[in-house]
Each structure stands twice: as structure tokens, then as C-alpha cells.
């Protein structure tokens, strides 16, 4: 975890909540997702000076999601960094350089894990699983911990406009008591009295948050369609009328 999530509310009503001042035009074309993936375009919040200038203003922008660090050869290997694991965060260099001034916000409207319930018929080596769409109690965005990099194409040209490429990794920690019953981790969500202090530049230990009680969550259990990426849209979400799950985790 965290290996797939949703991200559909509109721009402007993520910049009302999250008090964003500059929505990047990239973000702005970004379409809604409700299965989105390892490598995908993401929506980010991040706090940043613009070069030449002391102002720090908070900005929506997109990164890919699966941190690229700035030292590898090739952006290959974001799609194994999805995740950063908030117990070793300060042992890793791909998280650690980040983690002290490349914070951000991943914009997600919740997100979907897969409860294992045991063999898929008598013998079988395959394990039966129940999704399950896990999101906020109440309304407002899932303000998933995050960080970001920037990595440099060392063949492209100083004029090529994508000769950089920004990309983002969700930070995970164990799940709560609650949450285990389906998985035994879960994405850091932040709750609103935590973004200032994660987004700030000027924090360069935010370990205590690492700590912080997660935002209020619920689930649903929904059905198999969101295991394939090709499939997307608002049905993703809606309740699994027949689950197979024995003991339904409704929080």
C-alpha cells in the first residue's frame, strides 16, 4: 500500500480547501481518475520559492507518481518507489533528501486496498480478495503525505521543455487498528491542522508528523473492476452489492 487511488474533485474545489494560490496548467488539464496507477500523472500541492524570488506561494502541480531520484540513470525505477515507508524514511537517500525539503501533498479523494480472505476454492493456490474503497469519514479531500524530486534527462537538450521530470511518492506508515482487518499498511493521511507544517519548506524535520493520528476514514467494499487499470470511471467506487467478504469491514 499505497498502490492505487482516486482523484476527481475539481481543481478549484481543492484550491478553496487547501488555500492554493496558483493552479499550474498542467493540473488544470489533468482529466479525473478513479483508478489511478503507479507511473500516472498526479496531482500535488507544494510550497515553493519561485527562482529568483524569496515568496514561498503554494501551487497545484503535477508530478509522476513513483519517485525518480535526482541521481538515477533513468526514470525506470520510480515505478518501485511508489511508497516510502515512514519508519525508515531518514535510512533511505532516494527519501531522505526530500523528506527534509521536497514535501508535498498528493490529492487523492480516497484510495482502494484488497483484503485477503483465503484460498479461491478448495486447493487452490489463489487467494480470494475483496477490494475495498477507503476514504474520508466526512467531506474533503484524502491529503496524502508525500514527497517530491526532480530528476534531469541528461539527454535532452536545454531547450527541451521536458528535460525535467517531477515525480512524487506517497508516505506509508502501519495501519491503524481499525484498518488492519484489511491491510497491515496505510498512506499517511494528513488532517488539515497538519498541511501547514508538512508543506512548509522552511521545516526541515517534520518527523513528529510522522506520528500524527490519521484524517478520520471509512470504507465500502466495492467490486473487482477496479483491479484492472484499463477500466475507469465513477462506478469504481459505488458498493460491491454481493460482497464475497465473510465479515465486511465497515468502519
Not at 515525480?167 to 501547514?196: F, G, K, N, Q
Request: proline share 10%.
Amino acid at each position: 500500500m499505497c498502490g492505487r487511488f482516486a482523484s476527481f474533485t475539481q481543481d478549484q474545489d481543492l484550491a478553496d480547501e487547501l488555500a492554493i494560490a496558483e493552479i499550474a496548467d498542467d493540473a488544470r488539464l489533468l482529466p479525473p481518475s478513479w483508478n489511478v496507477a503507479p507511473t500516472d500523472p498526479v496531482r500535488v500541492v507544494v510550497e515553493r520559492a519561485a527562482r529568483g524570488s524569496s515568496d514561498v506561494t503554494r501551487s497545484m502541480r503535477v508530478a509522476r507518481w513513483g519517485l525518480v531520484p535526482s541521481w538515477a540513470k533513468d526514470p525506470g525505477v520510480g515505478a518501485r518507489m511508489i511508497n516510502a515507508r515512514s519508519e525508515t524514511l531518514l535510512d533511505k537517500p532516494a527519501f531522505a533528501k526530500p523528506f527534509a525539503a521536497r514535501r508535498c501533498l498528493v490529492l487523492a479523494d480516497g484510495y482502494y486496498e484488497w483484503r485477503k480472505l483465503g484460498p479461491a476454492a478448495p486447493g487452490s493456490k489463489k487467494v480470494a480478495k475483496q477490494p475495498y474503497w477507503i476514504h474520508p469519514a466526512g467531506s474533503g479531500v484524502a491529503a496524502l503525505a508525500g514527497l517530491y524530486e526532480f530528476w534531469r534527462n541528461p539527454a535532452a537538450s536545454e531547450t527541451d521543455p521536458d528535460r525535467w521530470l517531477v515525480s512524487t511518492t506517497v508516505v506509508t506508515r502501519a495501519a491503524s487498528e481499525a484498518m488492519t482487518a484489511i491491510h497491515d499498511r496505510m498512506p499517511l493521511v494528513l488532517p488539515p491542522s497538519a498541511w501547514d507544517q508538512w508543506l512548509d519548506p522552511s521545516v526541515t524535520d517534520a518527523s513528529d508528523l510522522l506520528e500524527i493520528d490519521n484524517a478520520p476514514l471509512t470504507t465500502r467494499p466495492v467490486r473487482d473492476a477496479v483491479g484492472s487499470v484499463r477500466n475507469d470511471g465513477p462506478e469504481l467506487i459505488e458498493e460491491d452489492p454481493a460482497p464475497r467478504d465473510p465479515q465486511p469491514v465497515l468502519l
